[in-house]
């Protein structure tokens, strides 16, 4: 089915548990930390649903785009558009929107033979997921205090890091924790999962499973919210709409029933799951597209900025924006290649191209700092001109004032307090803050997602090319 906005906003109103420090959030559609980007969220599934293009049919069901399982070269375009829909209507500042962990399972599916005894189960989940239109988030990073289970055990203490607990004939149970869940609040269901290698004997925290948001004992811990701050929209515009939020999940007690469980008591397995199926392409291929909807908010913004004092002229900001443009053009550049150089695999279907995809992955992690660096730059100190709020406007006086001594040759005072207050939510709020720091470990930290480059290179390709030119030519005789 295809989920309407309204219909998703109803199903979070499902008695989930959600601490922000000591308060407890009866509901998050409605609370002042959260309700804006519940509506951006909700807004999501209106635009999916009222587009045929972002939707495809088997046997008389419609289903969202990001569940197709590619067997063409259009199929894969199908994804991307729809991936670059949901990705311009939040300028790729949502990194977990609803079609990212669909992408995964999606990618896990095309290839279930992987998880052995549990391929029907990954299956049905996959089916539940596309059939329901189930917004899922993961947390597959145990917290980052209990990666030495040592210091735990020589104390005599609980290990925090989430595993099984118990087995019993109709499920496992789970307790502890895990990191990260951005966009968890606005879910339906969490993908627990393993990203970090895990030693021989940290079996019972291999489980990969997937629980409800609302689950007996799972309560999610939110980190300090943005929006809530955000006194009026106009000075605060993407903190107002897209602060996604991110949770840790604590797990006390919860029961998993046996058919979502997906992994169990394997530590390799635990992580081949992503890399031996499309899962891990599909689900980052969509990262790419939504770094570059942010690409196109900061090249756009960087003129705007550049326009708005007359810099635009100078020779040295033109050389800047053009250094934007060429970046973004790069970016689009790499992810229009996933398309054109498609792997077939596995067999029967399509897959992005997967050393593409992760040299694209890279570059987003290396280039963000030094891309909002240069933005900074052109905004220079016009930021901390103007008032503290726009609430100057309210006030007959001030208004007249401000009217007639912040206005440009360019812009008039209003509008050019709009554009800095854009800027700076983008560049230097705690929103921005936040988005510096994720961004740069988006995948992981930079030596895991170069690692990932170096998986799929083809080595022997490189080195063929060394001892054929080597061969080419011997000892020189006397």
């Known amino acids: 089915m295809l989920k309407t906005g309204s219909e998703h906003l109803r199903q979070l109103r499902d008695g989930r548990v959600v601490y922000i420090g000591a308060e407890k959030v009866d509901d998050i559609t409605t609370h002042p930390a959260f309700r804006n980007a519940a509506r951006t969220v909700a807004a999501i599934y209106d635009m999916k649903a009222a587009d045929s293009r972002f939707c495809f049919q088997e046997q008389d069901e419609k289903y969202s785009a990001y569940f197709l399982r590619a067997k063409t070269r259009e199929d894969l375009e199908k994804r991307t558009q729809l991936h670059q829909a949901i990705a311009r209507m939040s300028h790729g500042l949502l990194g977990r929107s609803p079609d990212h962990v669909s992408s995964f399972v999606t990618g896990m599916a095309m290839n279930a033979p992987v998880f052995g005894k549990f391929e029907d189960n990954l299956l049905k989940y996959y089916e539940h997921m596309r059939r329901e239109d189930v917004y899922g988030v993961y947390a597959v990073i145990p917290p980052q205090a209990a990666r030495n289970p040592e210091f735990y055990q020589k104390q005599n203490l609980p290990i925090p890091t989430l595993r099984v607990v118990r087995e019993d004939d109709d499920g496992v149970v789970i307790s502890g924790m895990k990191m990260l869940a951005t966009g968890a609040v606005f879910a339906n269901e969490i993908w627990i999962g393993n990203l970090i290698p895990l030693a021989p004997n940290q079996l019972p925290e291999s489980i990969t499973c997937a629980i409800a948001v609302n689950a007996p004992g799972v309560t999610l811990w939110s980190r300090k919210p943005f929006e809530r701050h955000a006194q009026f929209e106009f000075d605060s515009p993407l903190t107002w709409r897209f602060d996604e939020s991110d949770s840790m999940v604590m797990c006390d007690e919860v029961k998993v029933p046996w058919e979502r469980v997906f992994v169990h008591m394997d530590a390799v397995l635990a992580r081949e799951i992503y890399i031996k199926t499309p899962g891990h392409c599909y689900g980052n291929h969509q990262s790419n597209v939504r770094f570059h909807a942010k690409m196109r908010l900061i090249v756009g913004l960087a003129s705007r900025i550049a326009q708005a004092s007359g810099a635009h002229e100078v020779p040295a900001v033109r050389e800047v924006l053009g250094r934007f443009c060429a970046l973004e053009a790069t970016l689009g550049g790499m992810i229009a290649g996933q398309i054109q150089d498609a792997e077939a695999w596995p067999k029967g279907y399509l897959t992005f191209n997967r050393r593409y995809m992760y040299a694209a992955l890279n570059w987003c992690t290396e280039s963000h700092s030094q891309i909002i660096d240069a933005l900074r730059e052109l905004c220079g100190g016009g930021i901390f001109q103007m008032p503290a709020d726009i609430s100057v406007m309210h006030e007959p006086k001030l208004k007249a004032q401000f009217e007639a ?43 895991i997602v170069r690692n990932h480059n170096f998986r799929e290179a083809p080595w022997d390709g490189f080195h063929k090319v060394v001892d054929d030119l080597m061969g080419s030519y011997g000892i020189p005789a006397h």
């Open 405 to 447: 001594y912040w206005q440009t040759p360019q812009l008039g005072a209003a509008e050019r307090m709009k554009l800095y207050k854009l800027a700076w939510d983008l560049i230097g709020s705690e929103f921005a803050g936040r988005h510096l720091q994720y961004e740069k470990f988006y995948a992981g930290a930079s030596f």
